[in-house]
Nanobody
Framework: QVQLVESGGGLVQAGDSLRLSCLAS????????MGWFRQAPGKEREFVAA????????YYADSVKGRFTMSRDNAKNTVDLQMNSLKAEDTAIYYC?????????????WGQGTQVTVSS
């Protein structure tokens, strides 16, 4: 079955950097668009970033544009999210997601998430 496993979360201070990774298995990874989402306590899950199957195009939420960079390695079945200049408001559980659509509106597969906590 499809598995998405996130790693790299942790506790950092405001202004620090963190790199999240997501390892995918059980799917033909190079055919899937990938996304990162996050959910803060008491808030709805929100879109963070996405990348097309080829890696040629990325999309970012306005709140992270210029600070976060998403990339993928189709040979290793991984996607990364490099997060720089972290802010307290970036504190959330971060989820990796996959979908076969070119530009997904909804994602079929989800990981279990990794906690990111940014102290101010």
């Amino acid at each position: 079955q499809v598995q998405l496993v996130e790693s790299g979360g942790g506790l950092v201070q405001a202004g620090d950097s963190l790199r999240l990774s997501c390892l995918a298995s059980g799917l033909t990874f190079r055919r899937y668009a990938m996304g990162w989402f996050r959910q803060a306590p008491g808030k709805e899950r929100e879109f963070v970033a996405a990348i097309r199957w080829s890696g040629s195009t990325t999309y970012y939420a306005d709140s992270v544009k210029g600070r976060f960079t998403m990339s993928r390695d189709n040979a290793k079945n991984t996607v990364d999210l490099q997060m720089n200049s972290l802010k307290a408001e970036d504190t959330a559980i971060y989820y990796c997601a996959a979908d076969i659509a070119l530009v997904p509106k909804e994602y079929d597969y989800w990981g279990q998430g990794t906690q990111v906590t940014v102290s101010s």
